[in-house]
């Protein structure tokens, strides 16, 4: 018969763990735009401040967004060396609202 008392390292990892109310990582996927990425990077920032959402995956996120911004920068470098038109899709990113 098991006793009911439990085991220091069992309160341990009990205590170990912190409760925190984490808003989910996504509720509505928006279309992808430069207003919308600097909104959820704005968002991402208050939340990391009033400490809903942990540093480490608020830096996931700007990661993700940097690499969006190069990838946009080089596609504007690419097309201004080739003396071509900027492809649709960047205009559409940076002008749609």
């Excluded at 439990?6 to 735009?33: D, G, S, W």
């Excluded at 608020?58 to 990661?63: P, S």
């Amino acid at each position: 018969m098991k006793s009911a008392k439990q085991t220091k390292q069992a309160i341990k990892r009990k205590n170990a763990m912190v409760p925190h109310k984490m808003k989910n990582a996504v509720t509505l996927i928006r279309p992808l735009t430069a207003s919308s990425l600097k909104d959820v990077l704005w968002e991402t920032l208050n939340d990391v401040k009033s400490e809903q959402m942990l540093p480490n995956r608020a830096d996931a996120i700007a990661a993700q967004s940097r690499e969006i911004l190069r990838t946009i920068k080089t596609q504007l470098q690419v097309s201004g060396q080739a003396k071509r038109p900027v492809p649709i899709d960047i205009i559409e990113f940076s002008e749609r609202r």
